[in-house]
């Protein structure tokens, strides 16, 4: 069942989603050469801490950390480690949520870290995320969920790929619903699969973590033998995007986006929901 809220509901994961975007911008800038991912974890321990906030990775499923730390060919899932240190060149992508009087938010970046990096690159993670908000602008009343699905996968597949060939779109992980846990039903597919149907109708009081992942090479994956940490089968690099939205009677409010989405949505000629919180 698709868990519907109202708008007190929807105010409190606003509160959630502004503490993930702290975290996101506290991230971003310890995420420099010579940082260790452990290091990050505990700057956005130190956030949520500020915010009386609660971590909703840390124990997820006997996650170890606060967020996910994915370097280069890791898609998703990466426990932050003292060992695995930043280096000049590299592309990181930041998973994190938090909780506030019960209600998630999540959502993640791609970040790149140092300098010299090669224009594929910043390509593919400027796709990933205009991906990410071309589905975050199809949250719209009387749409269903595969429109959401649709809209991302078209707007990869009409990219080109620096050198030639074609994006991965990741296949096994995607984006879900969100709420009072961090994973609810739906499941959002990346792509369109026919099989499954159209989804549920989106109606106010929808709430979506979308997320596309996207390589270099390969769709396909494979879990480590830590049992969380998600690599590429042949080794491209990968990004990750992601934001936590619920469709309101008044258009989409992007509740992990510190300005609600306002400004991305605009230049996609779609008004944002008005803050509950402004």
Same mark, same amino acid.
């Given at each position: 069942m698709?868990?519907i809220k109202?708008p007190?509901?929807?105010?409190k994961m606003r509160?959630?989603g502004? &503490? &993930? ?8 800038e310890?995420?420099v050469p ?5 290091? %990050?974890d505990?700057?956005?321990?130190k ?5 009386d906030?609660k971590p909703?990775? %840390? ?9 996910c730390?994915? &370097?280069?060919?890791?898609?998703v ?5 003292? =060992?695995?240190v930043?280096k000049d ?6 998973d994190? $949520?938090?909780i506030i009087?019960?209600?998630h938010?999540?959502a993640a970046?791609?970040?790149?870290v140092?300098s $010299?990096h090669?224009p594929?690159?910043v390509?593919l993670s #400027?796709?990933?995320e ?6 975050i602008?199809?949250m719209k009343?009387g749409n269903? *969920?595969?429109?959401?699905?649709r809209?991302?996968?078209?707007y990869?597949? #009409?990219?080109?790929?620096p050198?030639g060939?074609?994006y991965?779109?990741?296949e096994?992980?995607g984006?879900?619903?969100i709420?009072t846990?961090?994973?609810m =039903?739906?499941?959002?597919?990346n792509?369109?699969e026919r ?11 929808f709430c ?6 996207v390589?270099?090479?390969?769709? #396909?994956?494979?879990v *480590?033998?830590d =049992?969380w940490t &998600?690599i590429t089968t042949d $080794?491209t690099?990968?990004s990750?995007?992601e934001?936590?939205v ?7 409010l992007?509740l992990?986006s510190? =300005?609600? $989405?306002?400004?991305k949505l605009?230049?996609l000629?779609?008004?944002?929901a008005?803050d509950?919180?402004?």
């Amino acid at each position: 069942m698709v868990q519907i809220k109202n708008p007190e509901q929807i105010a409190k994961m606003r509160e959630a989603g502004l &503490v &993930v975007a702290a975290i996101h911008a506290a991230t971003r800038e310890a995420a420099v050469p010579g940082a260790t991912t452990k290091d %990050l974890d505990q700057v956005a321990r130190k956030v949520l801490a500020e915010h009386d906030a609660k971590p909703n990775f %840390l124990g997820y499923g006997g996650f170890p950390a606060t967020i996910c730390t994915s &370097v280069n060919e890791v898609v998703v899932h990466g426990i932050p480690s003292d =060992d695995v240190v930043l280096k000049d060149g590299d592309v990181i992508s930041i998973d994190c $949520g938090a909780i506030i009087d019960g209600w998630h938010g999540d959502a993640a970046y791609t970040a790149f870290v140092g300098s $010299g990096h090669s224009p594929e690159l910043v390509e593919l993670s #400027r796709v990933t995320e205009e991906s990410m908000w071309a589905g975050i602008a199809a949250m719209k009343q009387g749409n269903r *969920l595969v429109d959401v699905s649709r809209a991302i996968e078209t707007y990869i597949r #009409r990219q080109p790929k620096p050198g030639g060939g074609k994006y991965g779109i990741i296949e096994d992980y995607g984006g879900h619903g969100i709420g009072t846990e961090m994973h609810m =039903d739906p499941h959002l597919l990346n792509y369109v699969e026919r099989k499954r149907g159209k989804g549920p109708k989106l109606v106010p009081g929808f709430c979506l973590a979308i997320e596309p992942m996207v390589s270099l090479g390969t769709p #396909r994956t494979e879990v *480590l033998s830590d =049992d969380w940490t &998600v690599i590429t089968t042949d $080794g491209t690099w990968s990004s990750h995007w992601e934001h936590s939205v619920a469709l309101t009677e008044q258009g989409p409010l992007v509740l992990t986006s510190p =300005d609600g $989405g306002r400004a991305k949505l605009a230049e996609l000629g779609i008004t944002a929901a008005p803050d509950p919180l402004a």
